[in-house]
């Protein structure tokens, strides 16, 4: 009795499970999900890639939208920037880049050929790699021979031996070689003797009220150290001498003021001794031969002739010397004084 049920609870169980679903199955996780059966599959990230399969095919996508199938001996990728890969079975494989550059590998023969705007190169399996630019120039490297040549359209030439060194020879048949590891020290410097700094007319950013020097400046210039040395002279004896004298030197320039030169002249010989009037002479025959008796409006001049006063106008600082102003100037080489009108 115990045997027939036995059989007959077998017999239930095999109806039941050849009635059941054939092979079905499913996954989810925190990564995904995957479910199956009936000889096909598929599954799906969680970031959103997917993939399935069936029938001796597949075919997937990547979340940032690369795709890859195959099927029937083949498969084909591309890349979610551009690029894109193919393989046939027997045959060879085929990639291109996002750039235009291609790689091709014919099945069996052991050669892989690459080639983009620049160049291209051929490696074969077991002799070597060959590459040219797009400027002729070619590179070999033999397998096993631990050289790599290098040679240009206009007859140069290069070969680098491994752990050696490098060889080259120009068109001209110049050669040159360096060995690997060894020390060159670099050229001496050029030598370049020393000039000291030359500076002319400079006065920086901060020159106020300058104007600039020319060439009828720096005459300018030349007259007044002429007038200065002579009105110096002339002040060595008596201060209203020397007032006399520089007044005459510089009435004597005018053509309209004659007679007041010779009133000015004979006053300042009478206001002084002898030696007073030696003086003077001395001192105008100095101003004469060294610069003009007069300053030329806008000129600037480094120092003061003797005998100035400074009357304040309107607040600026003015210097009268005779009947001429100046105004003082501020630069990176001191104060000069410009030759302004009557304020």
């Known amino acids: 009795m115990k045997k027939i049920v036995a059989v007959g609870l077998s017999g239930l169980l095999i109806t039941a499970l050849s009635g059941g679903p054939a092979g079905a199955w499913s996954h989810s996780g925190s990564y995904g999900s995957a479910s199956g059966g009936g000889g ?8 959103g890639g997917s993939a399935s399969g069936g029938g001796g095919s597949w075919s997937g996508s990547g979340y940032r939208g690369g795709s890859a199938s195959g099927g029937e001996g083949s498969r084909s990728a591309s890349g979610a920037y551009g690029g894109s890969a193919s393989h046939t079975r027997g045959e060879g494989t085929t990639a291109t880049g996002a750039y235009g550059g291609t790689a091709t590998h ?9 080639s983009n705007q620049y160049g291209s190169a051929t490696h074969t399996a077991g002799q070597g790699t060959t590459a040219t630019n797009q400027y002729g120039d070619t590179a070999t490297h033999a397998t096993g021979s631990g050289t790599t040549t290098v040679t240009n359209p206009y007859g140069g030439s290069a070969t680098h031996y491994a752990g050696e060194g490098t060889t080259a020879t120009t068109a001209y048949g110049t050669t040159a070689y360096h060995a690997s590891g060894a020390y060159y020290p670099p050229p001496p410097a050029a030598y370049y003797p020393y000039h000291p700094p030359t500076t002319v007319n400079y006065y920086g950013s901060s020159c106020g009220n300058c104007g600039g020097w020319s060439t009828a400046g720096a005459a300018a210039a030349g007259a007044m150290v002429g007038m200065a040395v002579g009105a110096s002279a002339a002040s060595a004896n008596t201060a209203a001498a020397t007032s006399s004298a520089y007044t005459a030197g510089v009435a004597a320039g005018s053509a309209t003021t004659g007679a007041a030169t010779t009133t000015a002249y004979n006053a300042g010989v009478a206001a002084g001794s002898a030696t007073t009037a030696s003086a003077y002479a001395a001192g105008a025959a100095a101003g004469s031969a060294v610069g003009p008796a007069s300053y030329m409006m806008g000129g600037i001049y480094p120092t003061l002739p003797a005998g100035c006063i400074s009357p304040k106008v309107q607040g600026g600082t003015y210097y009268l010397c005779g009947n001429t102003w100046f105004q003082p100037s501020s630069g990176a080489n001191g104060v000069s004084y410009k030759v302004v009108p009557t304020p």
Not at 106 to 114: H, L, M, P, V
């Open 40 to 47: 096909s599959w598929s599954a799906s990230g969680n970031r």
């Open 106 to 114: 014919a099945t069996g023969s052991g050669q892989t050929t690459a």
